[in-house]
């Protein structure tokens, strides 16, 4: 079965970095996009961006265009996403969600257990 | 940036049935998603490409779309319906994804 198993929690000050992990097992790794979702307390999703495991390509929404990098790693089948300058706005739940299909990169068809990230000084 | 409206809240007694609208200009071109997040949980995706409904998913959940408006119908709707939902996409290109801002189910 499809499993997404993320790193944990993390609490950083302002200015820092968090990278989060996502390790994915019971399917094909590079033949699925995985996606990054975020949400803050009390709010709703907000679509961070996309990698294609195959490739390593990727794409992010503006607003974290220049402070955010996804990668992967096939050999471990694990998936990262690092965002950097940290502010307290960015205290959330990440969660790493793979696509349904194979043939569309969209639908979040499969995600994980969401990390906490704490932004305080 | 690209937009999705949704309603803040939505209110239904048991076994009626409830609509929740999601608008926004690039849905003639690109599928809607719609997903289900109960507290403290991770979203569920109840409906995909507009009107799929994923195996496990009970078929009181429908959707479907008419030009810039996709519609998630839950018929008969139950007490454990109650959560907040999701409508996502993506841009006219289909290179930046997008969610709109939860619909708060309350089943009275």
């Known amino acids: 079965q499809v499993q997404l198993v993320q790193s944990g929690a993390e609490v950083k000050k302002p200015g820092a970095s968090v990278k989060v992990s996502c390790k994915a097992s019971?399917?094909?790794?590079?033949?699925?996009?995985m996606h990054w979702v975020r949400q803050a307390p009390g709010q709703g999703l907000e679509w961070m961006g996309i990698?294609?495991?195959?490739?390593?390509?990727?794409s992010y929404a503006q607003k974290f265009q220049g402070r955010v990098t996804m990668t992967r790693d096939t050999s471990t089948s694990t998936v990262y996403m690092e965002l950097s300058s940290l502010r307290s706005e960015d205290t959330a739940v990440y969660y790493c969600a793979r696509a349904r299909d194979y043939s569309s990169s969209w639908g979040l068809g499969y995600w994980g257990q969401g990390t906490l990230v704490t932004v305080s000084s | 940036s690209y937009e999705l409206t949704q309603p803040p809240s939505v209110s239904v007694s048991p076994g009626q049935t409830a609509r929740i609208t999601c608008s926004g200009d690039?849905?003639?071109?690109?599928?809607a998603y719609w997903y289900q997040q109960k507290p403290g949980q991770a979203p569920v995706l109840v409906i995909y490409?507009?009107?799929e409904r994923p195996s496990g998913i009970p078929e009181r959940f429908s959707g479907s779309s008419s030009g810039t408006t996709v519609t998630l119908t839950i018929s008969g709707v139950q007490a454990e319906d109650e959560a907040d939902y999701y409508c996502q996409s993506a841009d006219s290109s289909g290179t930046y994804g997008v969610f709109g801002g939860g619909t708060k189910l309350t089943v009275l």
């Open positions: 019971g399917y094909t790794f590079t033949s699925y996009y």
């Open positions: 990698i294609n495991p195959s490739g390593g390509s990727t």
């Open positions: 690039a849905l003639p071109k690109q599928y």
């Open positions: 490409k507009d009107s």
